[in-house]
Structures are given as structure tokens and as C-alpha cells.
């Protein structure tokens, strides 16, 4: 029996329905397997529902990091245009910063280097140009900013309705199954999965577990008496009520971050916020650290001076240690296989594709790199810009 036979008749646990997990149950169902996808909430309201969802290939060092990333952008282009869905925006992202911090002006002019030198397009622009040509409604003072620089292959996209597409064509095309409870045993005979048991009790045969489960994924790992290494990281995002501004691409500003978020709101993320992250106790809207953000964006986006804070989402990242996806086979537990990654959202559509092909008998040099076994990190020299 060849790989691509076994799959096709293969019994798939998916554990995780983010956007990494249910994307791959999709491709996985589309190549015959029968596909059980598991959550503990209602899909997409995890990481996935709680992140800036920034499509980029940004310091992303090394160079297959980058290109996955990259090639990312055109998967969900892609998946898109083959689900209909309208879900993806590859508007560009607009980089500045203050030219009084030599630190962050020298990294970022570094990066535009790098990426240009990976024959990726940048284009660079004056405040004053940013406002006449592409963000009227920006405000970049000219004294403080000497170079604004346009990557045009990057954007955004929305989570939640780019799981309901994936899984909705994985159940109706595919007859995949979609099943809320919290993974309690996943028992191990003969270094195999024997089943995932729920909490409830109820039992889901399997022939392959998929472990995409994010912040979760080292729990689960344990479940099946291995490990994972990925750590938890806190964060916090704030959106407005809908605001009177033309924000179209996502603007990266000196640690503060901007883009729309559908229906007229604003995403906000500002980096000290993420020091005040706690799983389980999200800011009240009202907090004054809260208030403080809205008004740093405001600077930036005049139309958010004032505006109410319609939500504040604490989000757990998946930060593998070395700061690099983790995709492949367990080394002890031979139908266990993690994708786990902070670059959820880009990587999505990518690694589908990539671990579909891989688990149909096809040579997958691209994901070498990330097998979750490797010695230390494979890629020194960077960890991956935050989604």
C-alpha cells in the first residue's frame, strides 16, 4: 500500500480547528482521508480569532522561512479564490519609524535590505507621499520620519471567516466532521495513538493525529507521553467601535501597529501592552493603559481620537522555543504528527498544501527544516516577526 492509498482511506484526528487546523483538515478530506476535527470552543475563536492576522514575509530570516512565508500570501490568494471567499486583503503594509531611534532605523533599513536582496519588491515613499498617494487619513510628521517604505506582497486577513470557509467546504464537499470537546487521553500502544478520548468519554478512532492545537500543542504532546517544545505567550489587541478613516493596508509604525478591521473598526496593537498580558484576565476596556493606546493610535489615525474600544482580545500565542514552525512526525509516537507555529495565520494555507503533499508519498524538501525533532534551532539568527 503506498502512502497516498493509506491516506485516502485514512481516519484523521485533527486536533485544533485555528486556522493552521482547519485549512489542513480541508486539504486532508480533499485528498481523501475521513476527517474528524476537534476543538475545545467554537472554531476560530482561540489565537486565530485573537490575532493581528498580518500576512508578511517581514523578518523572517532565514531565507526558506521567508519564502514560506512569502509563498504563504499566494496560498491563501489561492484557497480564496478556489473556496469564493473574500477574506484575504493583500493591501501592503506600510513600515516607519522615528529617525530619533537609530536603533529601530537601522533594523528596519537592514530588513528592506535584506528583503530587496531576496528580490522581494519595497518601495520607499515620503510622509507627504504616504498621505497625497496611499493613506490620506495617516498622519507621518515629516521631521520625524525620514522614509516610509511600502511592502505591497503582504496584508491581512480574517480568521474567523477563513475557518467557517475552509471547514464548511471540508464537511458539505468532503463529509469531514467538526466535533467540540476537550482532548483528555490520547493512549499510546506500540508507540502509535491507539484513539483520542474526550473529556466527555467520547472516543474518536484514529490511524493519524494531527497536533494543531497552538498554545495547546505542548499539552496535547504530553497527552501522548512526548513533548513539544512551545511556550505560551500572552498578548493583547484592541479594536474600536467603526470609525470615519480609510485605513486600507496595515501601517507599522514605532511600536504602535494599525489595520482595518472590518465594518469601519481598527485593529490596535501596541507593543507595551503585551506587558500587561494575562491568560484569563483581559483589560477592561476602560483601563487607562487602554485609553493611553487609543490615544497613541490617534496620533497616527486621527479619526480614532475619541473613539470608543469595542473590544479588548487577550490572545496566546504558540511560540515555538527557537522561534520556528514546528511540522512533522513525532520522533516517538509514529501516527502523531505537530504543526504548530507562532506564523499561523501566514502559514496557514502553505503548510497545508505542504504536509497534504507530504502525507500523500511526495518529497517535501521545504519542510525538512521544521521537523519537530531537530537539534537546537535550524535557523539561528531570528525568530519571525509577531502575527
Known amino acids: 500500500m503506498t502512502t497516498s492509498d493509506y491516506i485516502r482511506d485514512a481516519r484523521v484526528a485533527v486536533i485544533g480547528a485555528g486556522a493552521v487546523g482547519s485549512v489542513l483538515a480541508y486539504r486532508l478530506a480533499q485528498a481523501g482521508a475521513t476527517v474528524t476535527v476537534i476543538d475545545r470552543a467554537t472554531p476560530g475563536s482561540g489565537t486565530s480569532g485573537r490575532t493581528f492576522a498580518w500576512l508578511n ?6 531565507r526558506p522561512y521567508h519564502r514560506m512565508s512569502v509563498m504563504g500570501i499566494r496560498d491563501h490568494e489561492d484557497l480564496a479564490d478556489e473556496l469564493a471567499g ?16 537609530t536603533a529601530r532605523t537601522a533594523a528596519l533599513e537592514e ?15 515620503t510622509p507627504d507621499q504616504v498621505r497625497r498617494d496611499l493613506e490620506p487619513d495617516l498622519v507621518l510628521e515629516q521631521d520625524q520620519v525620514s522614509a516610509v517604505y511600502l511592502v505591497p506582497r503582504s496584508g491581512w ?28 487521553a490520547l493512549p499510546v500502544a506500540g508507540g502509535m495513538v491507539e484513539r483520542v478520548v474526550l473529556a466527555d468519554g467520547q472516543v474518536i478512532e484514529a490511524d493519524l493525529v494531527v497536533n494543531a492545537a497552538g498554545p495547546d500543542g505542548g499539552r496535547v504532546a504530553v497527552l501522548a507521553g512526548t513533548s513539544l517544545p512551545v511556550e505560551r505567550t500572552p498578548g493583547l489587541l484592541l479594536v474600536s467601535e467603526p470609525v470615519p478613516a480609510r485605513l486600507r493596508r496595515v501601517a507599522y509604525g514605532p511600536g504602535i501597529h494599525l489595520r482595518p478591521d472590518g465594518g469601519g473598526r481598527v485593529m ?9 498580558a494575562v491568560e484569563g484576565a483581559p483589560l477592561a476596556a476602560d483601563d487607562a493603559q487602554v ?7 490617534a496620533g497616527v489615525l486621527p479619526a480614532l481620537a475619541g473613539a470608543a474600544v469595542e473590544s479588548v482580545r487577550l490572545g496566546v500565542r504558540a511560540v515555538p522555543r527557537d522561534g520556528y514552525p514546528l511540522a512533522g512526525f513525532d520522533a516517538g509516537v509514529g501516527n502523531l504528527y505537530h504543526v504548530v507555529t507562532h506564523s499561523g495565520i501566514t502559514l496557514a494555507a502553505r503548510l497545508a498544501l505542504l504536509i ?3 502525507l500523500t508519498g511526495g518529497e517535501v524538501a521545504e519542510l525538512a527544516p521544521f521537523a519537530p525533532g531537530r537539534p537546537g534551532s535550524a535557523f539561528p539568527g531570528g525568530s519571525g516577526s509577531a502575527e
Do not use: F
Not at 530588513?111 to 515613499?125: I, K, P, T, Y
Not at 490596535?268 to 500587561?276: A, F, G, M, N, Y
Not at 485609553?291 to 493610535?297: G, N, T
Open 157 to 184: 486577513l480574517e480568521p474567523s471567516r477563513l475557518v467557517a470557509g475552509a471547514l464548511g467546504a471540508a464537511r458539505e464537499q468532503y463529509g469531514a466532521t467538526v466535533v467540540r470537546g476537550d482532548v483528555a
Open 291 to 297: 485609553r493611553d493606546a487609543m490615544d497613541r493610535a
Open 111 to 125: 530588513s528592506v535590505r535584506q528583503l530587496r536582496g531576496w528580490g522581494m519588491r519595497v518601495d520607499r515613499a
Open 268 to 276: 490596535v496593537q501596541w507593543e507595551p501592552l503585551d506587558s500587561l
Open 57 to 62: 514575509g517581514m523578518d523572517k530570516p532565514p
Open 356 to 358: 497534504t503533499e507530504e
Open 86 to 101: 473574500d477574506w484575504v486583503h493583500v493591501t501592503g503594509s506600510l513600515h516607519w519609524t522615528d529617525r530619533r531611534d
